[in-house]
């Protein structure tokens, strides 16, 4: 047969490939092959077996070949097959030996003398070393050996930036820091065209800046991309509605405690792309937050129907039920999804906090430490073990878990306010103070509804100090933010009965009960504070309110 005719016949199998028609595909590559017995075509014939998910076949015939072992290609095509049979100790072993540092840096390889026959060269390609390192990272991690899994994903992403599902991976399973992932984006070397992409990294990763800061980002992304290419349609207005970039607005509206917010952002990006899980997940988020069951319903309801093997659409039914306070059958759904997923962050915390708002503490703690052990770079797992012992008075190892919070996540003001929480509980009132501030200057956008407890918090250390100027003055910005909490009423009431100010203080001890009127506090107060204006006569400079 001439040349021409096998080139014919390599065209047809590249045109089944892309047809999807993998059977003629395994069918001429086979005849190809056995014609030429040319590496490139036998290579052809073992991506279209791998393609039809004829694993054990197409292995054996990459396995069998000479330069499986010397061209880069072949032995990673190998290592997939391995991988897809879930043979991992011998998919580590097909790639061969290597060592990585804590930084992702590579070093003591045997692949020094190994080829890589380019099929092609006329796209830009993905760096092989950074798919053979990213698979590694995948069989460490299903050997559940989470720390070389993050050393490899690391060196995948090193090795090169375009591998974006190592970045994926990283973040997704909460393997790194804030910290971390800030100075692992700094060590890329991004190509002089990748501009943009830099950008959208740093919009993927933890978002607890200030709103100028992260709202920069965005800005930065679009400006830099319209900059990138001034001719063509501008590439800023495809990116600007782009999924993945309003997807990572969403996450940020909801860190800042913007429900409502996020929810009208993915609510508009789930008619344009239903199927977008990644913002499923952070509308799930939102409407748990806002209590809106009847959507979540919907949602759990579509997602068991489309993905029921996913662990989001049992996580999905959890949500419905813990939302409706029906915590048995959240707690089950929670546990359903662990199973499918044992790597899903959102189902091991919601498992525990199911158990947590029944007060069954083991089983909350236990769900806890699981998520920490998972997740070392979530601080949500080691911030809820220390809400856990406070709830049982255990301030002191609280706060040792509070601190470790801090070390993971040093930016999220939730951090600082348990923190004061915990030295107020402990009579320490002005170490109080100093982390209820500092959760205040932490707060990434203005104050909301969601951070009025923190300055009432800061208002009680404030009182507990007899600074009554400046705990009157927290209170009365606690209003401005919520207009119907007992507990600043109350508040108010008992600083102006400390300072003498009777008038004033049976007023707000009203209006305290006119929002509780069954509080056993505010009923004492309000008698004694009536007991003694009766005794000291009303203060004619008084202006009543």
């Known amino acids: 047969m001439r040349e021409e005719e096998i080139e014919k016949l390599r065209g047809v199998v590249r045109d089944c490939v892309s047809k999807h028609l993998y059977s003629s595909a395994i069918f001429f590559a086979d005849k190809v092959a056995a014609l030429t017995n040319d590496p490139a075509d036998v290579y052809m014939q073992a991506q279209a077996l791998f393609l039809g998910r004829h694993y054990r076949r197409a292995f054996h015939l990459l396995n069998a070949s000479q330069i499986v072992l010397r061209d880069l290609r072949f032995r990673y095509l190998a290592a997939k097959c391995l991988e ?86 990283l973040i997704e399973n909460h393997m790194l820091t804030c910290e971390e992932e800030t100075s692992l984006l700094s060590s890329l070397e991004f190509g002089t065209e990748d501009g943009w992409l830099s950008s959208f990294y740093s919009c993927l990763i933890k978002k607890y800046d200030k709103e100028n800061v992260v709202e920069a980002k965005f800005r930065e992304l679009e400006k830099e991309s319209y900059d990138s290419n001034h001719a063509s349609p501008s590439l800023t207005h495809s990116l600007r509605s782009n999924t993945d970039l309003v997807t990572c607005k969403a996450e940020y509206y909801h860190q800042c405690g913007e429900y409502q917010k996020c929810f009208e952002l993915t609510s508009i990006l789930l008619e344009k792309d239903p199927f977008h899980l990644k913002c499923t997940l952070v509308h799930l988020a ?94 949500l797992p080691t911030l809820y073990i220390g809400m856990e012992y406070m709830r049982t008075h255990s301030f002191k190892l609280a706060e040792q878990f509070f601190m470790q919070a801090k070390t993971i996540c040093p930016s999220d003001p939730l951090v600082y306010n348990e923190l004061g929480v915990v030295a107020y509980h402990m009579k320490e009132y002005n170490k109080a ?45 606690a209003l401005t933010l919520s207009n119907r909490s007992l507990s600043t009423y109350a508040g108010l009431a008992y600083t102006y009965h400390l300072q003498d100010n009777f008038s004033a203080a049976i007023t707000y001890y009203h209006k305290a009960l006119w929002l ?30």
């Open 516 to 545: 509780k009127p069954d509080d056993q506090f505010c009923t004492e107060m309000l008698s004694v504070a009536l007991g003694d204006e009766g005794r000291h006569g009303i203060d004619p400079k008084i202006e009543f309110r």
């Open 433 to 477: 103070v100093w982390w209820f501030e500092k959760t205040l200057a932490h707060i990434p956008s203005s104050l909301s509804e969601m951070w009025e407890p923190t300055v009432v918090n800061l208002a009680h250390a404030y009182r507990k100090l007899k600074m009554y100027h400046d705990a009157l003055s927290c209170y009365e910005k």
């Open 84 to 169: 897809e049979l879930k043979e991992w100790d011998q998919c580590l072993s097909m790639l061969g030996e290597a060592k990585v540092d804590d930084d992702g840096n590579v070093y003591d390889t045997k692949d020094s003398n190994v080829m890589y026959l380019d099929k092609d060269g006329e796209d830009r390609e993905i760096n092989i070393s950074s798919a053979i390192c990213f698979l590694r990272g995948k069989a460490y991690e299903a050997l559940e050996n989470r720390a070389q899994a993050r050393q490899w994903y690391k060196a995948a992403i090193k090795a090169d930036p375009l591998c974006y599902e190592a970045l994926e991976c």
């Open 286 to 379: 939102a409407a748990m937050e806002l209590g809106h069951s009847n959507e979540l319903y919907l949602m759990a309801c579509n997602l068991v129907k489309d993905y029921p093997q996913k662990a989001l659409s049992w996580f999905a039914v959890g949500c419905y039920y813990y939302c409706i306070k029906k915590y048995d059958q959240s707690r089950r759904f929670f546990s359903k999804a662990t199973n499918l997923d044992g790597t899903f962050p959102p189902a091991w915390i919601g498992f525990g906090n199911a158990y947590a708002a029944q007060e069954e503490g083991d089983q909350a703690m236990l769900a806890y430490r699981t998520a920490a052990r998972l997740f070392p770079g979530c601080h």
